[in-house]
């Protein structure tokens, strides 16, 4: 069973830095390519990032860019989303999925429960 | 907006409803359409990829299509439990970026 377990959610200042991980199970997590999606509170889903299976190509959206790096650890079945210079506008859950594998790279098969990022001061 | 979905529908138990999704003409070069349900509180669920494939674990009460710039999302059927949030999305290979639509909050009345 594919298991997903988002961490590292919690209130920070604007301005400071955050590092999210998702922790994979259930699957050749090596082989999938990832996405992180968002959801601010009473809003709709915002992609966020995608990372290949290799780590070697990786995606932001241009609300993140310069200031997210999205990386995995294959040795360690993790993902991770390090998030720096944060502003209001990131409080959300965010979500990490796997892309299914016959599918465009939008196609998500399996989401984890998410992580509360809230920044306020 | 790239991706424009009415903000709700409803319809009574049993009854048909369909949800649309408006391609933006700078992305109408877009193949292929996901849904997705997420139900209050809960993750969001795929439906339907590439336009009109379920993935094995979703009845057949739930259809996808999809006609030059637009896609639509059909429910038949309805229950109470398909009281959800409903979202298509894209991934845009020009841009190398995905794309959610609003959102329509789908009511069985």
């Known amino acids: 069973e594919v298991q997903l377990l988002e961490s590292g959610g919690d209130l920070v200042q604007p301005g400071g830095s955050l590092r999210l991980s998702c922790a994979a199970s259930?699957?050749?997590?090596?082989?999938?390519?990832m996405n992180w999606v968002r959801q601010a509170p009473g809003k709709g889903l915002e992609w966020v990032s995608t990372i290949s299976g290799n780590g070697d190509s990786v995606y932001h959206a241009d609300s993140v860019k310069g200031r997210f790096t999205m990386s995995r650890d294959n040795s360690k079945n993790t993902l991770y989303l390090q998030m720096s210079s944060l502003r209001a506008g990131d409080t959300a859950t965010y979500y990490c999925?796997?892309?299914?594998?016959?599918?465009?790279?939008?196609?998500?098969?399996?989401w984890g429960p998410g992580t509360l990022v809230t920044v306020s001061s | 907006s790239v991706l424009t979905q009415p903000p709700s529908v409803s319809a009574a138990p049993g009854q048909k409803v369909t949800i649309s999704c408006s391609i933006s003409?700078?992305?109408?070069?877009?193949?292929?359409v996901a849904w997705y349900q997420q139900l209050p509180e809960t993750a969001p669920k795929l439906l339907i990829y590439d336009n009109n494939r379920r993935p094995s674990e979703i009845p057949d009460r739930f259809s996808g299509s999809k006609s030059g710039a637009s896609a639509t999302l059909g429910i038949t059927g309805l229950q109470t439990g398909d009281e959800a949030d409903y979202y298509c999305?894209?991934?845009?290979?020009?841009?190398?970026?995905?794309?959610f639509g609003g959102g329509t909050k789908l009511t069985v009345l």
């Open positions: 999925a796997k892309v299914r594998m016959l599918g465009t790279t939008i196609t998500c098969d399996s």
């Open positions: 259930g699957f050749s997590f090596r082989t999938y390519t």
């Open positions: 999305a894209i991934w845009d290979d020009s841009l190398s970026a995905g794309i």
């Open positions: 003409s700078s992305n109408i070069g877009i193949d292929y």
